[in-house]
């Protein structure tokens, strides 16, 4: 391996770039698209598929029991809505997660919470207000109610 020579910048004298440095990178790459298409590979290479196709075989799967009705049955929009709801509020938490621990954890910079603090809490405060008023709309239009 040839080690780099250090190069002038505007930080000081660094090590120059060094692409032998990303080989591993490469090798895990290259070893999941590997594993990715020899696994795609073997199930069309090797009769992994049941040799005598019946009629039992080929009926689809639903708990053991005999499927009723259509399989292009329509689903109720109540689990897109809960669905869509669950989204919100776990998405509300990747938000709120980062701020509290920037306004109220020990790394917080003292700075920060004298410059920004206040701006930052009421728009935060926007944000539970806006959610909540969805929360209210949502359960006034009878989403949380399961029929």
Known sequence: MVTPVPVPTAAGV???FDLSAYYPILLFA??????????LLATHVFPFKPRKPTRVKQMPY????????????QFDIKFY?????????????????????????DGG???W??????????????????LA???????????FQWR
């Open 14 to 16: 660094e090590p120059a």
């Open 30 to 39: 290259g070893a999941a698209a590997a594993f990715a298409l020899g696994s």
């Open 62 to 73: 639903e708990s053991g029991m005999d499927p009723v009705g259509s399989a292009r049955m």
């Open 81 to 105: 809505l809960i669905a869509i709801l669950f989204l919100v509020f776990d998405v509300e938490l990747l938000f709120l997660y980062p701020w509290a621990v920037l306004a109220y954890g």
């Open 109 to 111: 910079s003292p700075a």
């Open 113 to 130: 919470r004298e410059a920004f603090g206040t701006v930052v809490f009421v728009e935060i405060l926007v944000f539970l207000a806006t």
């Open 133 to 143: 008023i969805a929360y209210v709309y949502a359960w006034r239009k009878g989403v």
